[in-house]
């Protein structure tokens, strides 16, 4: 009996136990139910912009360089609440932002995408959400000139970014354009006397132009079009949704409240969110074929042979003395040939042509060279220090026995080196040379960063103008073999010769 008992004392001291248990157990099979139950959230949307000098598209927080800001970053958060699902941001480059869409590295572009025939030809827009105006911008003492047809007949050349209504304009007037690929560099270029004017969207030279005491507005905003976000051909859903929140959006003023935050609401966006029609401008594109467009790639590759050619002028006339330099019997040359060769070969070549075109300028007025120029100097600089090396090794590689021999029949060592070292040297730094050369012809590619239209910057123009990326790079990639494929023979060649070839 007293066993019975203390059984069931036990069992009951256990109760409150085991109640604790199921109840814990039933909460979990509880939550696990409406885990179940409930639809898993969506993935994110990834979003595409380009945040290198957007403003105030998309651009770096001054204060906290690791966030983005600007009035299209605050649609992307008004849409990802209205969608209910989380918007991510992609960092890519403006002008590959319609082809990154059509490889599917993302599901939506919205960075002052202007709807144009040729882009409706490959994606699908949303419904506008800006209306944008291009302005001309001019020096802050400019008074040759009031208008764009003014700046036509007075020779003066006008600067933008490239595949933009702005270009497609300046084209139709016949006005001579500097294409960019950032919004900064042509007010940079303005300011320092290298165009006449800058052409862009009213949204830009609000930003970049309005405060800036050197530049001012000329003339009113004028040719309106309208931005809208892109996305894939056949994500009708993507597509239905995001119009739907847009509308949803306008309708509640959210974004008025935005632009006007941004210093961006005006009359057109007035006028486009009450319903009513707003003027639109939109150039008439022909048929582009690989033939018509011909020219201008050869124009294009006769201005990458001549900065490849003049480059390396200047780099095999720099890059022999930097090499006498560093064999020098002086600790002070050798010292200065050495810190050449380390700095311009530590450096990358894009940086200090930067610095040569947009640096110098800041530095002092008249330290301002034209694009071209900068090229060169930035290339001969840079190629200098390889070429001199080249130069030291072959020096090296001629036996000393040369010298003593030379020594013997009374020769000085300057007389020596230029009968008898240097000419011996020569047949060994040629196919290294050569290839260099090879090199320099390629990475000419860069100069695009300081405006300059070489072949493949001609090949970007015409390739986004035309959307026919393979047929243009073909042609392309074959003026670039027709160029280095003789330098390629002529290397082999020197190599067979000077006896290091097959």
Not at 107 to 127: H, Q, S, W, Y
Request: positive net charge; aromatic residues 10%.
């Amino acid at each position: 009996m007293k066993r019975s008992v203390g059984l069931g004392r036990r069992r009951l001291a256990r109760l409150p136990a085991v109640c604790l248990a199921i109840a814990l157990c039933a909460r979990a099979m509880g939550g696990e139910a409406r885990a179940v139950d409930r639809p898993s959230a969506a993935p994110p949307l990834r979003w595409a912009a380009d945040a290198e000098g957007g403003a105030p598209y998309v651009f770096k927080d001054p204060l906290a360089p690791k966030r983005n800001i600007g009035f299209e970053v605050d649609i992307a958060e008004a849409l990802a609440k209205e969608l209910g699902r989380p918007i991510e941001f992609v960092q890519y480059t403006f002008p590959r932002l319609i082809p990154g869409l059509l490889r599917g590295d993302f599901e939506l572009a919205m960075n002052g995408l202007e709807i144009t025939p040729d882009r409706v030809k490959l994606v699908r827009f949303t419904r506008p959400y800006y209306v944008y105006q291009l302005q001309l911008v001019v020096r802050a003492d400019e008074t040759r000139f009031g208008t764009l047809e003014q700046c036509k007949a007075i020779g003066g050349r006008v600067g933008t970014l490239e595949d933009t209504a702005a270009e497609r304009l300046l084209d139709n007037l016949g006005v001579a354009k500097k294409l960019y690929e950032g919004q900064t560099e042509p007010y940079l270029d303005l300011e320092v006397g290298r165009l006449d004017a800058v052409l862009l969207d009213l949204p830009i030279a609000l930003y970049y132009a309005q405060s800036n005491k050197k530049l001012k507005f000329c003339g009113e905003p004028s040719s309106a079009g309208h931005y809208a976000i892109a996305v894939r051909r056949g994500d009708e859903e993507l597509a239905s949704a995001l119009d739907a929140a847009m509308d949803r959006l306008a309708a509640a003023g959210s974004l008025r409240r935005i632009y006007e935050k941004w210093g961006l609401w005006n009359a057109q966006q007035e006028a486009f969110f009450a319903g009513r029609a707003v003027e639109t401008h939109t150039a008439a594109r022909s048929e582009w074929t690989v033939w018509g467009s011909l020219p201008l790639l050869l124009e294009g590759a006769w201005v990458t042979v001549q900065i490849s050619v003049l480059s390396m002028i200047l780099a095999v006339a720099l890059g022999l003395p930097i090499a006498t330099a560093r064999r020098s019997r002086l600790r002070a040359l050798r010292a200065a040939g050495t810190a050449y060769v380390e700095f311009f070969r530590g450096i990358p070549v894009l940086l200090l042509l930067f610095f040569l075109y947009y640096g110098l300028p800041t530095l002092h007025p008249d330290w301002k060279l034209p694009a071209f120029l900068a090229a060169i100097v930035g290339f001969g600089l840079n190629y200098a220090a390889y070429e001199a090396e080249i130069y030291r090794a072959g020096i090296a590689a001629v036996p000393v026995g040369q010298w003593e021999a030379a020594a013997s029949l009374g020769m000085s060592r300057g007389l020596t080196f230029r009968r008898i070292i240097f000419p011996q040297a020569v047949r060994i730094i040629l196919p290294p040379m050569t290839s260099d050369f090879i090199a320099l012809l390629k990475d000419t590619s860069l100069v695009s960063v300081i405006a300059v239209v070489e072949l493949t910057k001609q090949y970007e123009i015409l390739a986004k103008s035309s959307l026919k990326y393979a047929e243009m790079g073909l042609a392309t990639a074959a003026l670039y073999l027709a160029m280095s494929l003789p330098l390629g023979c002529l290397s082999r060649w020197l190599e067979k010769r000077s006896g290091k070839g097959v």
